[in-house]
Structure formats: structure tokens, C-alpha cells
């Protein structure tokens, strides 16, 4: 493991998903999914969303466009609310989702829709 | 049919994949596919693409993103020349493609930087 | 929008939906969703189902077998209340289930047969 | 095996997808694939195509819009044949398609129309 | 229906899901889905588990890394209960869906890493 | 990047794919996908094919499993050469595809039939 990679990938993901959450998800962590917990923040979040040459901004919106095609409404769900922080506004979010509904398909469009909307009631609730 | 919709969509297919590409679709169309020239034309270019919202640029970068994650290599190149077009740099699409490897999978990452290796050709060729 | 394609679409969505399922679904829209609400409306609803050239009853068999292979458990519930008011007999619904079992893997079949036995039920209850 | 449904379905095979073609398969077949051969026949083609309660004609339907979906082009050309031979016309065909555009995305549609009309090239080039 | 193959496949079927599973689900079985619980017990326990030439325990794990590429939760945790009786450990579990995450993507190995947890505290809790 | 990680991936890998393949995907990178091979390299074969637990001979059976799933052609014949350099037979892949064929469905299994059957001529041919 590189120790920088990982302490950028940490750094980031605490700030798009919250730290509390990142937190936590470290705490819980036993020998069965610790090694995917680091996997996770090295790779994901240090290697690839600490490269230069794309905005976290732009970065969010793509993960909402590639995990509405990849139908994992977990990590749709909390991309969501990371796009959020990451200064992505709701207009912007359905337009993203709307060119899903085109390119993915109606059923993935109307999954998108539904998940966004309880995103942001929980996002509105926690407030 | 939307006259309107269907004229801006041609206007902006015209653009980004280009006049003659879309003009030769419609010349070779026949009795059997040329309602789907028309869908694609009105709702997917017009309805979807003629939105603002998002900037063109943005919305090819999700389109590379997309269409990898759904697999349809004939599409992808197509659009990788359109987001050159829009103002999409070879950085732009290097680093897509690589959040593409992460959220997708290393082969949607390797068959996505093939694909994207002859689009580039294509066009330096092309001139 | 075409106003034309729009209220057919409307027409035979809540013909195959239920007029209460999709007044509920207007009435529940806001700026977020409202245009997905619409694009669904007069692109899936109008522009593909208003077409002559297949029945309702096959239009709803391809999407369940579609939907299975897409994996969208809420859009297929829905689907197959929709396609038992389009004469769809559940003799057929298990012929397509069994035929996605086949195609697309036993894994898809049994969520489908799942979902179906849950659609089922909810009809039943309704009664 | 139960000879029975092998032999059902390799007369269904046949009639579907061309005594010739089938007869190939066998006869190319060597120890890695001749199982495959014998469970695509028996299960595939006997215990699903051979069952009542759907036509032919419908199968062919199904298959079209589910091979779509799964983005099989080899197999989607097969049954583009198939389904021509088992009275699917080329109108019956765009309507699948079409749907396909709309349900599983833009790019999952103009994949299987020019996959249709390759098809109808190679049927009408053998004669 | 070969009653050799089915037999086979039912006593394999109940090994690796629990013969009090597959009772009910027998027992629960209608008109509707009888055929498929059938075919389900034929084909894919008796003509593909039945099958010499790879251990139960290498089948099991060929399972999760599929299931999870195809994103079928019920089916994921109920193989991955299915592993355990077959003789796969967790760690071996952890190895397959970490592969899962590199090959498949993020999404996917994070899901399948959740859904893995609640298995192994069903079995704990069901002791 | 940790170099150790990426010493032990590039041995692997050289070690499965042949260290001449790998050679010349490095020589052949330029800066659009240089970054993409390190990714490959450290995180795919030194981060997951270096870690303990499962044998090489396991993994490479989970990747003809999971990319027949995921529907990648080119990356499954490399992976179909580099199994057999792992010790799999050919009557293991016949195995593991006639899983995939029940699991992911018979389009799936007769696609990775005939990618392995063009995997072996090529590896003899290569001699």
C-alpha cells in the first residue's frame, strides 16, 4: 500500500460521503472487509479521484451517470448526496438523469428519479 | 412529432457528429429504420441534448462514461470523436475512462482506452 | 413537446397503469421530476407505445422480458400488473419468465417469478 | 438426458435456425464444446422453445428484445433470422427494436438496427 | 424431464441450500411457478452442478464472483450461505469479492461485501 | 504509487498474459494511457492477483467466469490464454463456460464457447 495515496484517497472520501460515515465504516470494519475498506480508499478515492484533470464537481456527475448504468442504488443513493457536496445542484442532477433515462433506458431513468428524491429527503431531514 | 424538437436535435446531431455522418444516416435510411433516425433525432438529441442545464461539453463527458459502462463499443467511438468536437481534451477522456476502470471494472477501463485509441487515429487520419 | 403524442402517450399510460397510479404521479411531481414525468409520458408512452404495428398485449410481453434482463424489480412489478390488464394471462407471464430464465440466467428467472408472486398478490388484495 | 426433449428441441433448432447450420455445429463439435451443444439443445431449444403456451412467433419476439438487452450481436443476427423464418416481419421487428431504443437506451437500439439490417442483407444475399 | 437428472439435482439442490429450504419452496409452489422450480432443480442442479469436473467447492465460488457481476442480492446471499456449506471460507469469500471489486468495479464489490455480512450474521443468529 | 506493489503486479502479469504482451503495451503506451497501464499493473495484478488466499489457478477461473458475465470479448480471450498458462484445462473451461451458460444464460455461455475455441486455435497456431 502507498500511505500518501491512501491518506489523499481518506482525506477525500471523508469529504464527499462525510466524515462521520467514513468514520464509522472504519470502525465496523472486521478482518473479513478491512482489506476492501482500504482497497476502497486507496484506489477509489486516492488513486483516481485524487488525480488532477478533472473537477470532483465533474467527477460526481459521472459516478451518477455510470452507477444509474450500473444499477447499484446503495452507492447511487450516497453518490447522491456526495454530488451535493460536491456543489452539484438538483437542476444539474436531473439533467444528468434524464440523459440516463435516454442513453440507459426509461427504467433506469425512473430508478435514478425515485433515489434522488429520498437522497434528498434524508439529506433535508438531517439538515 | 414535434417540429421544433426534431429541427433542433438535427441542428445539434449535425454538430457534434456531424453534418455529413447524420445526412448520409438519413439518405441511407429506409422504410425500416427511419423512425428510429427520427426518435433518436427528435427525443435523444433535441429532447435530451437541446436542454439546457448542461453545457455540451458535460454532457459528452457523461455520454463516454455511460456508454462504456453499457458496452456498446460502436457508440463510444462515435462519441469520443463527438467529445473531441465539443471541446473535450485527450486528458479529459484519459481521466473518464479511468474513473470508468474504477466504477466499472478494469475491462470496461482497457476495452474503453482501445476504443478511444482508434477514434484518434480515425480523426488524425481523417485530418 | 407535442401536445398530440403527449396526450396519447397520457392515455395509454393510465390505461395500462391504472389513472390513479399516474394522476398520483403528476400530482406528486415537482420542478425535480416534472420533465422526467413528461419525457416519460410522450417518449415512452406516446412515442413507442401510441405506434401501430404490435398489440399492447405483446408490447407488455416484451417488457417483462426486457425489464427481467435489465434488472429493474420496481419497474417489473409494476409491468406485470400492467400486462395482466393488457390480457396478458399468467400462463404467459410464466412462458416469458421461464424463456429469461433460459437467456438471461436462472438468477433472473427466479427474481421474476419472485416479483411476479408479489405483483400477483398486491392485485389480489386490491381486488 | 431425456432423449425425448433433446430430440424435440433439435427439430425446433433446426426449423428455427436452419437444418444446415445446426448439422454444422454438430458436426464441428469436438470434445471441449459437444456438451454445450447437447445442453443448449435439450434445455434451450426442448424444454423452453418445446413447451406450449406461447407461439413460436412470440418466442422470436422475446428473443429479439431480450438479446438486445443482454448485447449478444452474434446471437441477436441468429435469431433476426430466426424470427423471419418463424413470421416475425420486418415491420414487427423495427416495433421490437424500437421499444429496445426506449427501454434499454438509444445506444442498445441503433446497435440492433444495424444488426437487423446486416441480417436482412445476408438473408436476402443467400436467397 | 429426465427423473435421473432431476433426482441428482434435487439431493445437490438441498446439500448446498439446506434440504428444509428446498421443501418449502416445493411446498409453497403453484400452478405458476411448479415448472420453473423444476426446471431450476433439472437443469441447473442436475445438469450443471451435477457435472463432474470441478469440485462443489470451486463451483460455489464461481457463483459469487457471477452472481455479483449480475446483481442479483436474494441470489448473492443465499449463495453465499451456500459457499460456507460447501466448504469455502470467509476469507476465501473475501478474496473472490475483491476480485469482484477490481474486475466488476467499486459498486459492485461494496455491495457484495454488505450483502456477505448479512449472510454471515443470518447463519450465526440461525446458529 | 507503491513501487512494490507495482513490481509484484508487473511479474504477475507478465507471469499470466506473457511477459512480450506486457512489454509491448508499455512500449506502445504514450500519455493518454500510460496512467491507465500503471492502474492495471499496481492495483489489478499486484494489489488483487498478488494477494494470498485464492491460487492463481482459482482466479483465473473466477475471471473467465466473471468477464463472460461482464460481456468483454477481448479481455476474455487473453484471459482464456492466460488461464491455461495457470494450469486450468481445457475440460475446467468447458466447466466453468457451461456455468456461465446457466448462470448468466446461453447467449452468454455460446458467446464464451466460441471465444475459447478461437483462444485455443490461436495459442496452438502460436505453438
Known sequence: ??????DRG???????LGAEFVEKAFAAADDFNMPMQELTTEYCWGACWGREGLSHKTRSM????????????HELKMHVKGALKNGVTKD?????????????GIPAGVDSFRIAREAFAEVEKAG
Open 1 to 6: 500500500m502507498s500511505k500518501e495515496v491512501f
Open 10 to 16: 481518506l482525506e477525500i472520501r471523508k469529504k464527499v
Open 62 to 73: 459521472l459516478n451518477l451517470a455510470m452507477i444509474s448504468c450500473l444499477n447499484r442504488p
Open 92 to 104: 444539474e442532477i436531473r439533467e444528468v438523469f434524464m440523459q440516463v433515462a435516454i442513453y440507459a
